[in-house]
């Protein structure tokens, strides 16, 4: 059965993503385009094999946790030890430091695959790749050589662990301890939930990246600092040293994602548990955001990839199931006519058509803000600068689209099959209860539009919105000079300055210090300026395909014209309700529910 289509990858990385100007750049000079297309068929191979066969296995014998121990599906074991060999963890990273040092947008795309074939596995390889990284960004020396050349082989497992039972997201709130022991290591003690990938059976040791504070620190999220703290101590020679008193307490058992074990860990309850300080003390959140924007666009990307297994389930039913008849001119259906294939009904069309146009425009997004990734490591000076803010202000945006609008997607693939689709036979039952922790994950929808609102928009007096306008009008000029795209760059354009005027509209709240009324429908401007960036991405599709008159390429410009009939249009109806003068959300007392 197929989960992605190889074709549309490869014409999202070289003909919409230019993946060519970032091979030669001197960062990425070791590879070509043949190598990364091997790449990306032994990854498509691996998933065919190792992780596709599973999805529904993992779900049906999810993780298990029994006397302090998770014990998970035994088909992890060759699947972490395979992309140990493979080189996926440090995928990304510098050669120096043991990585294959690929672009990002290669990274995410063979991630995405994966994610696709087994949204239960990546994320104990993400994880993992994510706290290497981290250490090897902001930690010692002796940090770096003790623990990130096992993380790199998935012999030894990475976690963050930020969330506490009293506080969820509200990081300022956190209280577990970090008591200083006066040889530079520290007694870390507290309470760490939602924690994942955080045990079993085929890791020797975990290695969690834990948020905590110094006695005396400040209050609020200038007092945290991070450290490392091994679930077992690491001897000099390398070899795994004593219990480090890293109990996990319990498993929280999931709707979905059941083979991708999240636990609740308790630290210095049975024993001591000593951490190593990374970094400075007081600067462990600004160190952790950088795991946390790295997290986010991988969640986004996982939502794609559960998004398009989905849709090429629900697509394969369509093809295969007979039901009904089409209507003739006369309006009435002829029964003595064979039934007619669903894909062949308008409705069912638009449903798959609306997948479609979510999914590859999700996966789109993705890749344009790795895009910007690659360039910021290869760019020095203002360019650096300007590639750094474009990722700032597209994050939010990458982790919220394709987890709300791709939760969406799942809903409708599931609707394609009718009642099949709420049986335990099919597959689609699954996914939708798989991609709905998505919006939750790494700060919820709410959190990331608070993000794009009260922060990317405003940073440094909108330098970021700026440089993104300016992105869009690129692409609109382009699309402008063809005239069969020209409607289309014109309603981008049009939709752009709905935000404008939202902005215009809710500003002077800000500047009076009127934060809540700002603020108070930072979800609904999520949504609209979600909607225009992937309209963004659709034309820039629309762009790369015209003139090309294979079937693939006419497909893309068909979802394109669905996308700005069926998507677009929501955007005035998005504006007039931000703009709407009601404080009907603020003024509504706890009272009256």
Known sequence: MQYYDPKTLSFLLSDVHQLQELLNAERYAAYDQQSIDLLLDAVKDFSDTSLFPFVKEMDEKPSVFKEGRVTIHEQFGPILKK?????????????????????????????????????????????????????????????????????????????????????????????????????????????????????????????????????????????????????????????????????????????????????????????????????????????MFQMMNEARIATGRMGTGIASAAYYASLQYAKERPQGRKLQSTGQKDPSEEQTLIINHPDVKRMLLHQKAIVEGSLSLIL?????????????????????????????????????????????????????????????????????????????????????????????DGAALKLLAKEMETTIAEAMDKEELKQYAITLGENAKLIEMCLRNLMPYAKQGNHERYLADATIFMDLFSTVVIGWQWLKIGVAALGQNEVFMQSKLHTLEYFYKYEMSRCKGLQKTICDDSEVTIKMGVEMY
């Open 83 to 287: 992309a140990g060999e493979m080189g996926l963890i440090g995928a990304f990273m510098d050669e120096k430091d043991n990585g294959l040092q690929l672009p990002m947008m290669v990274f995410n795309a063979l991630y995405f695959i994966m994610e696709a074939a087994n949204n239960h596995v990546t994320g104990y390889l993400g994880l993992t790749a994510g706290s290497a990284n981290l250490i090897l960004t902001y930690g010692s020396e002796e940090l770096k050589q003790k623990y990130v050349p096992n993380m790199l082989e998935m012999r030894w497992s990475g976690t963050m662990c930020l969330t506490e039972p009293h506080a969820g997201s509200s990081l300022s709130d956190i209280t577990s301890s970090a008591i200083p022991k006066g040889d530079d290591t520290y007694a870390i003690k507290g309470q760490k939930i939602f924690i994942s990938a955080s045990d079993h059976q085929f890791s020797d040791n975990f290695i969690h990246l834990v948020l905590a504070r110094v006695k005396g620190a400040p209050a609020g999220t200038k007092g945290i600092s991070l450290f490392v703290v091994p679930q077992y101590h690491v001897n000099d020679d390398g070899s795994i040293g004593e219990y480090n008193h890293v109990d996990v307490v319990g498993e929280f058992e999931k709707l979905g994602q059941r083979g991708y074990c999240t636990n609740h860990l308790a630290f210095g309850d049975s024993g001591e548990s000593v951490g190593y300080l990374v970094g400075q003390e007081n600067k462990g959140l600004s160190y």
């Open 368 to 460: 344009q803000c790795s895009y910007y990734v690659d360039k910021s490591l290869t760019e020095e000076g203002d360019e650096k600068n300007t590639y750094h803010l474009l990722c700032e202000i597209l994050n939010p945006i990458a982790k919220t689209y394709p987890s709300e609008a791709g939760k969406e997607a799942v809903d409708t693939g599931l609707q394609v099959l009718g009642g099949y689709g709420y049986m335990m036979d099919f597959i689609l039952q699954q996914y939708l209860r798989d991609i709905r922790i998505i919006s939750i994950y790494e700060g919820t929808t709410g959190i990331q539009s608070l993000d794009l609102l009260g922060r990317k928009v405003t940073m440094m």
